[in-house]
């Protein structure tokens, strides 16, 4: 819990929170001001800058709680349960490899794909982990 809410991550997105949603009402109040002048588009604009304060809060929220680690980790073994039809499709399109054919260069290149193919995915907490 603490590790999610006062990482260094977690604090930056506090700061633009608490920096965006008022500026995106000052920001409508103005446009009110604007449109109650006389400036039709600004109707628009009032409206939308209130939307744009509660999209960054729930952007704010996702970004807070949604662990990389476990979403993809779930997505992983979903798609292996599943069977997936892409990564079974994938799988049947491409041919077999064949080592004699490659040269060196793309060799080393293919086997240090496959090793990070094994780790899975790095995400900024796997490597905080370290």
Same mark, same amino acid.
């Given at each position: 819990?603490r590790?999610?809410?006062?990482s260094?991550?977690?604090?930056t997105?506090h700061l633009? @929170?608490?920096l965006?949603?008022p500026g995106?009402?000052? +920001?409508?109040w103005?446009q009110?001001t /604007? !449109?109650?002048?006389?400036n039709?588009?600004?109707?628009?604009?009032?409206?939308?800058w209130?939307v744009?304060?509660?999209v960054?809060?729930?952007?704010?929220?996702?970004?807070?709680h949604?662990d990389p680690d476990? @979403?993809?980790?779930?997505?992983q073994?979903?798609m292996? +349960?599943?069977g997936g039809?892409?990564a /079974? !499709?994938?799988?049947?399109?491409l041919?077999p490899r064949?080592?004699?054919e490659e040269?060196?260069?793309?060799?080393?290149?293919?086997?240090?794909?496959?090793?990070l193919?094994?780790?899975g995915?790095q995400?900024?907490?796997?490597?905080?982990a370290?």
């Amino acid at each position: 819990m603490r590790r999610r809410w006062l990482s260094k991550r977690a604090l930056t997105l506090h700061l633009a @929170v608490v920096l965006w949603f008022p500026g995106c009402l000052v +920001a409508g109040w103005w446009q009110v001001t /604007r !449109a109650l002048g006389g400036n039709d588009l600004s109707y628009l604009y009032s409206v939308e800058w209130p939307v744009f304060a509660v999209v960054g809060v729930w952007a704010w929220w996702m970004l807070v709680h949604t662990d990389p680690d476990t @979403v993809g980790r779930r997505a992983q073994q979903r798609m292996a +349960a599943e069977g997936g039809p892409g990564a /079974r !499709a994938a799988q049947e399109s491409l041919p077999p490899r064949r080592r004699e054919e490659e040269d060196e260069a793309l060799a080393a290149y293919n086997d240090r794909l496959a090793e990070l193919a094994a780790r899975g995915p790095q995400t900024w907490r796997s490597r905080a982990a370290r």
